[in-house]
């Protein structure tokens, strides 16, 4: 039987690019069905709007090589710039670092680009799975759900045991039972099956502003800043859509800038305020996250107790 049939594609970078730590935001835990590693390269199997496709992607020399598989083949190789982060070229360039911690991240990781994958529901998705639970609980609910209920992807990915997220239908007659043993309550369930069922309007946002995008996500029912950024930060690869709501960032960036144990939302927002008149709030925040620290737990005060007491 002959290998299933491919198309082929490089893209060269304008100046460095690191492959890995640019798309590894797309990726849903170690097990993700629809991201892996394997060797050189990193696979990805995608719904576009053509049908599934799987791509390889592995650095050659200054150039990253791309082979595509299924009907979603020629539609993954057009957009590939794109999701490498080519479109993000002149806003990377335009930045510039207030900070210490974030000059360092920006110095030391000079080839992340925010990816733009142009798939809203491909990244909505797992945004709203991860409402109020650990990451772990999110991962594990992709995981299970896409197995359950999505397609093998094409070509050789398919060896790889990777997956193509369902259709909006297929998300919106996901039965309880399948929700309930995946772990996704009720109120999360029920917010994906409200957005599949406006996937249309939903995609559309991924050709408007960000604003403009997060706004029309935000008319679904259980969606919200937090969930809406972290789908935008993917799908439009937003520099400025900084992530509001998050239990552990506030705390990083406090921590990271200024000592601070526990900042919150407004405090964050303070500090980034720097990079607001850049329009560079998100990116700011990854350099952070790859060269900050998350503040130390507290110890527990020991009692001392004075012997006179006893």
């Known amino acids: 039987m002959s290998a299933p049939a491919f198309l082929r594609r490089r893209w060269r970078p304008p100046g460095p690019y690191d492959l890995r730590r640019s798309l590894r935001v797309l990726q849903c835990g170690p097990k993700d069905p629809a991201y892996r590693v394997v060797g050189g390269a990193l696979w990805r199997a995608s719904r576009t709007p053509l049908g599934p496709g ?42 510039a670092p207030h900070h210490r911690v974030v000059a360092r991240g920006w110095k030391r990781h000079p080839g992340i680009r925010l990816v733009r994958t142009g798939r809203m529901l491909e990244s909505l998705i797992p945004a709203i799975l991860g409402q109020k639970v650990t990451t772990d609980e999110a991962f594990r609910a992709w995981q299970l759900l896409l197995r359950w209920h999505g397609e093998p992807a094409p070509g050789p990915a398919a060896a790889l045991h990777m997956y193509v997220m369902p259709d909006a239908r297929g998300w919106a007659t996901i039965p309880s039972w399948d929700w309930h043993r995946a772990g996704v309550d009720h109120k999360r369930s029920g917010t994906v099956v409200r957005a599949a069922q406006v996937a249309h309007r939903l995609e559309e946002a991924a050709a408007l502003a960000p604003e403009a995008a997060a706004a029309r996500l935000q008319t679904v029912s259980g969606i919200g800043q937090w969930t809406a950024a972290e789908a935008i930060q993917r799908a439009l690869g937003a520099p400025d859509a900084v992530t509001i709501g998050d239990l552990h960032l506030p705390r990083i960036v406090g921590y990271s800038l200024t000592g601070e144990r526990d900042a919150d939302d407004a405090r964050m927002l303070e500090l980034l305020e720097p990079y607001a008149a850049q329009g560079q709030r998100h990116r700011a925040t990854r350099y952070i996250t790859l060269a900050g620290a998350m503040p130390p737990r507290r110890q527990p005060k020991r009692q001392i107790w004075d012997i006179a007491q006893l």
């Open 54 to 95: 799987a791509v390889r992607l592995a650095t050659d020399g200054d150039e990253v090589a791309a082979e595509a598989w299924g009907p979603g083949a020629d539609w993954l190789l057009d957009t590939l710039p794109a999701l490498l982060g080519a479109e993000d070229e002149a806003s990377a360039t335009a930045f």
